[in-house]
């Protein structure tokens, strides 16, 4: 899985276009990041930039972004109506795939650091990157805002966590730090603006008064009327949504609603949601429905359809759900090819592709079959008797196969890995102790993907051996196909770690990875054994 974050700087300038633009273009033409939203906003003079990339990456847009910012932005020349107390106001850094938040964190540390090296200007961390509790939400810290900041600064308790103790007057003091991600959502409703006020107030944390708290954690909400729509909406913000999810706020706002006899007529995203938060809903409904569905995509469109996010516009998830905005900016992979192309790759005069981007190609094609077998049963008036059955053992085998596509890749990445770590310079000491630690960890990295492959492989085994007892008996070519890829792909993945042990000095090391190895290799060949013994068992049955 690759890492994605999500910065989002606010810049004190929201009605200069061309300044607007230049640092919009400052973003845009950093290599691997994605510029997904520039809002400016005239009355507060203040932009909100989004943009997503790998943690180094991202780094680099927002110093690219802030050293254009440093040559056209002039506090000393600002009024607007949000608060501010710098050209960078603040700069968070939100995990969004594949990173925690403590890797954020020290983004968001070494962004502060080169900011103020390259522009000499003060900068302080906030939320999860600072340690400081008086200094540790953005009020607390812009307090006083640009025009106290040279006063702050001078007193000790306020010295900055990156940069000198000096006012800058043009750039003033920025914020940086780690936030989850904020999702600001709307729920409609045929009602008056103190109608949903009041059912904001019943759900957001804060409540009415310390004395009556709402009942939804991580959740702000207010209620107001949209007069171009002629509606009322609750407007959430939801700064944690594995605390309070959307749909959670969605059943919520309609049961306070059903009891005062208001309608809610769907919701509403504002700005970009992650798949994970979509996903959530879908998996709600799929189990308060009890419905079966598999298909990302499906599960996609019922989160859409049961959160009624089409209501007021048009939610197209290839261009509001983050994942999907980056798949067509990312470099094409070995598992997005053609079949054909595929095949050619691995034909040609390199080395990778090779013989572990097929093993996982095979093994993922066996466990698309178990489950292909499991949907020609499921559903079938003459197999009806074994839908609960079909509902228990297809997730397995299809889950397995989607989780295979993505070691398709990973083989071909490790193995680049460790051809680039041989290249390295090992000219003086300090360069051989570097390539030395690269090599160990590439060479880890290229026994363990293999073994992770046999351990996938490993996980389907039962579950093909009940498909084979019960499943459609017409479908048991593909069984027997589908047992033989999956032991294929385990023995390739052996193959690969028997190779790749020779580059291991460490004795006991390379013991302990070929035990491993002989270990899942013996569960892979029995387990093939037992589906196909029990696809001759039954085919002997019945002729």
């Known amino acids: 899985m690759s890492k994605i974050i999500e910065c989002v700087p606010n810049f004190s300038e929201g009605r200069d276009k061309s300044v607007i633009e230049a640092i919009a273009d400052a973003v845009r033409e950093t290599p691997g990041v994605t510029l997904l939203d520039v809002d400016p906003g005239h009355s507060t003079n203040r932009t909100v930039y989004t943009f997503v990339g790998n943690p180094s990456d991202v780094v680099e847009a927002a110093?690219?972004?802030s050293r254009v910012a440093y040559k056209l932005i002039d506090m000393t020349k600002h009024k607007g109506e949000h608060p501010r107390m710098g050209s960078l106001d603040v700069c968070p850094f939100i995990p969004v795939q594949g990173v925690s938040v403590e890797e954020c964190v020290a983004v968001a540390?070494?962004?502060?650091?080169?900011?103020?090296?390259?522009?000499?200007?003060?900068?302080?961390?906030?939320?999860?990157a600072s340690t400081r509790d008086y200094r540790k939400t953005m009020p607390q810290i812009?307090?006083?805002?640009?025009?106290?900041?040279?006063?702050?600064?001078?007193?000790?308790?306020w010295e900055p966590d990156f940069g000198?103790?000096?006012?800058?007057?043009?750039?003033?003091?920025?914020?940086?730090?780690?936030?989850?991600?904020?999702?600001?959502?709307?729920?409609?409703m045929l009602a008056t603006k103190e109608q949903a006020h009041r059912i904001a107030l019943n759900l957001r944390e804060q409540g009415r008064s310390p004395e009556q708290p709402g009942r939804l954690r991580c959740c702000q909400a207010i209620g107001w009327y949209l007069e171009e729509q002629n509606i009322a909406q609750i407007s959430i913000n939801l700064t944690d949504f594995d605390v309070t999810p959307i749909h959670k706020a969605y059943e919520e706002a309609k049961k306070d609603?059903?009891?005062?006899?208001?309608?809610?007529?769907?919701?509403?995203?504002?700005?970009?949601?992650?798949?994970?938060?979509?996903?959530?809903?879908?998996?709600?409904?799929?189990?308060?429905?009890?419905?079966?569905?598999?298909?990302?995509?499906?599960?996609?469109?019922?989160?859409?359809?049961?959160?009624?996010?089409?209501?007021?516009?048009?939610?197209?998830?290839?261009?509001?759900i983050i994942e999907y905005c980056l798949e067509k900016d990312?470099?094409?992979?070995?598992?997005?090819?053609?079949?054909?192309?595929?095949?050619?790759?691995?034909?040609?005069?390199t080395p990778a592709p090779g013989g572990g981007s097929v093993a996982a190609t095979v093994a993922a094609m066996g466990a698309a079959l178990g489950a292909m077998v499991g949907q020609?049963?499921?559903?079938?008036?003459?197999?009806?008797?074994?839908?609960?059955?079909?509902?228990?053992?297809?997730?397995?085998?299809?889950?397995?196969?989607?989780s295979l596509i993505p070691a398709i890749d990973a083989d071909t990445a490790a193995f680049n890995k460790y051809m680039a770590a041989m290249k390295m310079p090992?000219?003086?000491?300090?360069?051989?102790?570097?390539?030395?630690?690269?090599m160990k960890t590439a060479t880890d990295e290229i026994i363990q993907v293999p073994l992770t492959l046999i351990r996938k492989v490993n996980d389907v085994w039962d579950a093909l051996a009940e498909m084979a007892k019960i499943g459609n008996i017409n479908c048991r070519s593909d069984l027997q196909v589908g047992a033989r890829c999956l032991e294929a792909g385990a023995w390739g993945a052996y193959y690969n770690v028997l190779i790749n042990l020779e580059n291991i000095d460490d004795v006991s090391s390379k013991a302990k990875f070929l035990s491993a190895a002989d270990e899942l290799l013996q569960r892979a060949r029995k387990g093939c054994t037992t589906v196909l013994e029990a696809v001759d068992k039954r085919e002997k049955q019945t002729s």
């Open 63 to 65: 110093l690219n972004a």
């Open 109 to 128: 540390k070494t962004f502060g650091a080169r900011l103020a090296e390259d522009l000499g200007v003060p900068v302080f961390l906030y939320g999860a």
């Open 142 to 157: 812009r307090a006083g805002e640009y025009e106290g900041m040279r006063e702050k600064l001078q007193k000790p308790e």
């Open 164 to 188: 000198r103790r000096e006012f800058v007057p043009r750039w003033g003091a920025t914020v940086t730090g780690v936030r989850k991600f904020l999702i600001a959502y709307n729920v409609n």
């Open 257 to 320: 609603a059903e009891e005062l006899s208001l309608a809610v007529t769907g919701s509403e995203i504002v700005g970009l949601v992650p798949l994970a938060a979509i996903l959530q809903a879908a998996d709600y409904y799929i189990q308060k429905e009890n419905l079966f569905i598999l298909e990302e995509s499906q599960k996609v469109h019922l989160a859409i359809n049961r959160l009624g996010l089409n209501t007021i516009s048009s939610f197209n998830p290839k261009e509001r």
């Open 330 to 349: 990312s470099e094409q992979k070995l598992a997005q090819s053609r079949v054909d192309q595929f095949i050619r790759n691995v034909a040609a005069r």
């Open 376 to 402: 020609m049963t499921y559903g079938k008036r003459q197999w009806e008797h074994l839908d609960a059955d079909m509902r228990r053992l297809i997730p397995t085998l299809h889950h397995t196969a989607i």
């Open 426 to 438: 090992q000219k003086t000491q300090q360069e051989r102790i570097i390539r030395e630690t690269a």
